[in-house]
Nanobody, 122 residues
Framework: QVQLVESGGGLVQAGNSLRLSCAAP????????MGWFRQAPGEGRGFVAA????????MYTDSVKGRFTISRDNAKNTLYLQMNSPKAEDAAVYYC???????????????WGQGTQVTVSS
């Protein structure tokens, strides 16, 4: 079983910054498209961002474009999500996930972390 481990969640004031991290086994990480998803109470798990294996291409859901940045360090087998200027509506449990294909669909991601809570205070 491949384990992805998120960290960095917590309480952040609206307008400040927070960085999430996701550690993954090396072999899995380097060959995978990596993504971030989030789930707020009472809602489904939604796509946030994804990055190709090399890090050369990224995509975002419209609501976070210009505020969030996904990146990866293949030497450290770590995925990041830099959250700048978070809003109340960004509060959710954030999950990292690994996929063999380039996709926004959660069903195309094979491995998932346990999630990390992000709370945004006004």
């Amino acid at each position: 079983q491949v384990q992805l481990v998120e960290s960095g969640g917590g309480l952040v004031q609206a307008g400040n910054s927070l960085r999430l991290s996701c550690a993954a086994p090396g072999r899995t990480f380097r060959s995978a498209v990596m993504g971030w998803f989030r789930q707020a109470p009472g809602e489904g798990r939604g796509f946030v961002a994804a990055i190709t294996q090399s890090g050369g291409t990224t995509m975002y859901t419209d609501s976070v474009k210009g505020r969030f940045t996904i990146s990866r360090d293949n030497a450290k087998n770590t995925l990041y999500l830099q959250m700048n200027s978070p809003k109340a509506e960004d509060a959710a449990v954030y999950y990292c996930a690994a996929s063999r294909i380039w996709s926004r669909g959660s069903g195309n991601y094979d491995y998932w972390g346990q999630g990390t809570q992000v709370t945004v205070s006004s």
